[in-house]
């Protein structure tokens, strides 16, 4: 327990006043007791302020966490992705996912493959098959 010579005298600040400080300075010291029971952060304070503090803020946590993972990709093709402005990673994702097979679901959406989309372009349509 600091005694009262090594408490700290006023300094003006913006934040409080002289007579802020004269309201204060003649507070009796805490005992032991009271420091024993004194609780840090949100745990001493009252309810509804506590509930303030301990409120979590900012966008709720995706369902479908994402997982970190290193993965090596040519730099032109980063460079092309990051061109295009803010979202390059969501559209990189986008492009991978539409990679998958057609069987395939990520978080219920159905993907197609490129290869089965190049296989019904290759086809010969109706319109050009020729009679023999």
Do not use: C, I
């Not at 002289?18 to 952060?41: F, H, I, Y």
């Not at 509804?48 to 995706?62: I, Q």
Request: aromatic share 4%.
């Amino acid at each position: 327990m600091p005694k009262a010579e090594n408490a700290p005298g006023y300094t003006p600040t913006e934040a409080y006043t002289q007579a802020d400080w004269d309201e204060v300075s003649d507070n009796p010291p805490l005992t032991e007791a009271e420091l024993a029971s004194a609780r840090s952060g949100p745990h001493g304070m009252p309810p509804e302020m506590a509930e303030t503090f301990l409120k979590h803020t900012g966008r709720p946590k995706d369902a479908a966490k994402a997982v970190p993972v290193s993965l090596r990709v040519p730099p032109d093709v980063l460079a092309a992705y990051k061109a295009r402005g803010p979202g390059w990673q969501t559209r990189m994702n986008k492009a991978l996912a539409a990679g998958l097979r057609p069987e395939t679901e990520v978080a219920g959406v159905k993907r197609t493959n490129r290869e089965d989309n190049r296989r019904e372009r290759s086809a010969p349509s109706p319109k050009r098959r020729t009679s023999r």
